[in-house]
Nanobody, 123 residues
Framework: QVQLEESGGGLVQPEGSLRLSCAASGTIVSINVMGWYRQAPGKQRELVATITGGGSTNYAESAKGRFTISSDNAKNTVYLQMNSLKPEDTAVYYC?????????????????WGQGTQVTVST
């Protein structure tokens, strides 16, 4: 089974930085796109940034200029470097992936989510 495991969340002061990582594991054949979403208390989950297998990136307006998404295709891992963090960035950050894996002699294309990692920006 495919699993996504996030790491790197925590408590940081305003204007600080954090780097999130997400590693996908399983019998993965290819990854179409990986990304980061976040959900603050009482709000809907929202896009932060995505990156395709070819390296094309997309950012939410709130992330542009402060966050950088990158990936290591050999490791099936995606990163989110977050700089100049603000209290409004406080949320649970979720990793997502649309990928193809191989099991039971078949190829499967599916969307997967990690468990989430808490990011808190506060003094």
């Amino acid at each position: 089974q495919v699993q996504l495991e996030e790491s790197g969340g925590g408590l940081v002061q305003p204007e600080g930085s954090l780097r999130l990582s997400c590693a996908a594991s399983g019998t993965i054949v290819s990854i179409n796109v990986m990304g980061w979403y976040r959900q603050a208390p009482g709000k809907q989950r929202e896009l932060v940034a995505t990156i395709t297998g070819g390296g094309s990136t997309n950012y939410a307006e709130s992330a542009k200029g402060r966050f950088t998404i990158s990936s290591d295709n050999a490791k099936n891992t995606v990163y989110l470097q977050m700089n100049s963090l603000k209290p409004e960035d406080t949320a649970v950050y979720y990793c997502s992936a649309r990928l193809t894996d191989y099991r039971n002699s078949r190829y499967y294309i599916g969307d997967y989510w990690g468990q989430g990692t808490q990011v808190t920006v506060s003094t």
